[in-house]
C-alpha cells in the first residue's frame, strides 16, 4: 500500500502540473499549451534565462495576469475544500461530514450579502468581499465552538447540532438581506457569489488561503496518527495517549481556517470536501498520512477542470462552479454508494 500510495502522489502531482499549463492556455482567446509552458517556465530562475521569447506580450498578459491566477486559486480551494473535508470527517466520525458542516458557508454568506447589497464593509476596498465573508465564517465558528462545548471539552454531537442551528440562523438572516435588496442586479451578483465561483480572481486573492492551506496542513500531517486513532471512538484514543480534546480543538480551528479562507474568495463550492475523501480512500486505504496529501492533489485538480468547464459551457457566459461540482457531483456520489453497498452484500 506504501508503494501504491507514493506512486498515486507521483502521477497527480504530474497531471496537476500539467491540468494547470493546459487549463490556463484553454478560454475564449486560446494560448497553445506549449506558448503557456514556456511563458510559465521562463519566470523561474533557472529556467528563465534558458527560454527565447517566442510569444508575445497578449498572449503573455493572458496567461499571467488572467487565468493563471485563476488556476492557481482553483486549485488552492479545491485542495483546502478537500483536505479540510478529511479533517471533519475524522473528527466527527462521519463519513457525512463536509467542511461546512459547522455552518461556515451561511455565515460568510451573510455578511457578503450584506456588504454587496448594502455596502456595509465598503470602506475594506477592493478586499471588502472577502474580508467581510471570512468575518462571517469566523462569527459562526465561535458561536458553534461556543455552543458545542460541555464540561470544557466538545462534545461531536452538540457540535453537530450546532453547527445545523446557526446555519440556519444564518440562512434566515441571509434571506432577509436578500429579500431587502434595493437592487436586481446586485441580487443576481450576490446569487452568483453564493453559488461558487473564481471570475475575478487575482493574485492579491491567493496570498491568505494558500498560507492558511500550507499551515493547516502541515498541522494535519503532524497528527496523523491521532486522527487514525481518533476513528477508533474517544474513549480508545485517550487510553493510546491522544489528547483528544486538544486535538478536537485544532481540529475545529483547522477546519474553520481552511473553509472561511476558501468561502472568503470563492464563495461556496459544495460537494468536493464530501466527495474527494471517499476517493481518496478508494485509492490509498483510510491512513491520514496518505490521504491527507493525496486529497489536496485531487481536489485541486478536481475544482481546475470543474472551473474550466463551467467558463467555456455557455461561453461567454460562465456558469458558477459549485452548480457544476453539485451536478456532477452527486450522481457520481450515488453510484459510488451503490457500488459500495453491493461489495458489502
Known sequence: MKKKAVFVNILLICFAILSIILAVGIGPVSVSPVVTAKVLFSKLPILGNLIAQTWDAVSENIIMNLRLPRVLLGFVVGASLSVCGVAMQAMTRNNLADPFVLGVSSGAASFATLGMLFGAFSFLGI??????????????????????????????????????AVSMIMDGITSIIKLSA????????????????????????????????????????????????????????????????????????????????????????????LMVPHFTRLLVGSDHRRVLPVSALLGGVLVVWVDVAARLLIAPEELPVGVLTALIGGPVFIVLLRKSNREKR
Open 182 to 273: 434595493p437592487n436586481a442586479l446586485g441580487l443576481h451578483s450576490a446569487e452568483f457569489w453564493m453559488s461558487g465561483s473564481l471570475a475575478g480572481a487575482k493574485w492579491a486573492y491567493l496570498g491568505l488561503p494558500a498560507l492558511v492551506l500550507v499551515l493547516c496542513m502541515a498541522f494535519l500531517m503532524l497528527n496523523h496518527r491521532g486522527l487514525n486513532i481518533l476513528l477508533l471512538g474517544d474513549e480508545s484514543a485517550v487510553s493510546l495517549g491522544v489528547n483528544v480534546a486538544g486535538l478536537q480543538k485544532g481540529l475545529v480551528l483547522v477546519a474553520s481556517l481552511m473553509a472561511g479562507a476558501t468561502v472568503a474568495v470563492s464563495g461556496t463550492i459544495g460537494f468536493v470536501g
Open 127 to 164: 478586499y471588502s468581499l472577502s474580508v467581510s465573508a471570512f468575518l462571517g465564517a469566523a462569527v459562526t465558528t465561535v458561536l458553534v465552538y461556543v455552543l458545542s462545548r460541555v464540561r470544557g471539552r466538545i462534545n461531536v454531537t452538540q457540535l453537530l447540532l450546532s453547527g445545523v
